[in-house]
């Protein structure tokens, strides 16, 4: 079990750009979240997938992001025309399946903190 | 709505002391889960203790242990013989059983552990 990765640690953009990033759950957890946390705030959530599926998506998530997680592995979040609000910690998260054994807790990945210039 | 509010944003305990951290929350249910969650400097979150609310006795993990107030809605976190590790924010965080499955957190308490 190496736990819920993310890639890349740090982004550093340029207001205007795309951005991507990428968070590797573990790999037998079959639900992924995604979170945003601002300096001094707890997370916020963004959206859930149960697999491929995306099952829930906060208001929070404008339309300049997306999520997917197409294989219902790895997953993607991308933020489209950045914006100096955008800057902030994004977390993702991995659970089990419900009934399995740590199925009601997240498990969370280090985390991609950006920052719009 | 779901609210979790953390009323300490910073609290300081001496080595080996006692220290307990203050958390309520808001919800119209009746199951859930609550849970403390410490995330130390440049570092991921990591799971702390967990409380199902159906349960009456408090959880308790080693040097970590809560007082759950169902009526009250209230979680708080006891943290005994404190160390230099335990230094961190601490974020409580609430779940429905019946929701998707998203959590709601806290706005975290930083804890300082002085030598």
């Known amino acids: 079990d190496t736990g819920v990765s993310q890639d890349p640690r740090h982004k550093i953009t340029k207001r205007g750009q795309n951005v991507t990033f990428r968070c590797d759950p573990i790999s037998e957890h079959n639900r992924l979240y995604w979170y945003r946390q601002t300096l001094g705030q707890g997370p916020e959530f963004l959206t859930y997938?149960?697999?491929?599926?995306?099952?829930?998506k906060s208001r929070l998530l404008s339309d300049r992001f997306s999520a997917e997680r197409p294989k219902g592995s790895f997953s993607t979040l991308e933020i489209q025309r950045t914006e100096q609000g955008d800057s902030a910690m994004y977390l993702c998260?991995?659970?089990?399946?419900?009934?399995?054994?740590?199925?009601?807790?997240?498990?969370f990945g280090p985390g991609t903190r950006l920052t719009v210039l | 709505a779901q609210t979790v509010t953390q009323s300490q944003p910073e609290m300081s305990v001496q080595e080996a002391e006692t220290v307990t951290l203050s958390c309520t929350y808001d919800t119209s249910e009746s199951d859930y889960y609550l849970f403390w969650y410490k995330q130390p400097p440049s570092r991921q979150m990591i799971l702390v203790i967990r409380q199902e609310a159906y349960k009456q006795q408090n959880a308790t993990e080693n040097r970590f242990s809560v007082n759950f107030q169902k009526a009250a809605k209230s979680f708080s976190l006891k943290i005994s013989d404190s160390q230099l590790g335990d230094a961190a924010m601490y974020f409580c965080?609430?779940?429905?059983?019946?929701?998707?499955?998203?959590?709601?957190f806290g706005t975290g308490t930083s804890l300082t552990v002085i030598p």
């Open positions: 998260a991995s659970s089990p399946e419900v009934g399995r054994e740590g199925g009601d807790t997240q498990y």
């Open positions: 965080a609430y779940r429905w059983l019946g929701t998707g499955n998203q959590f709601y």
């Open positions: 997938f149960q697999n491929e599926a995306q099952l829930e």
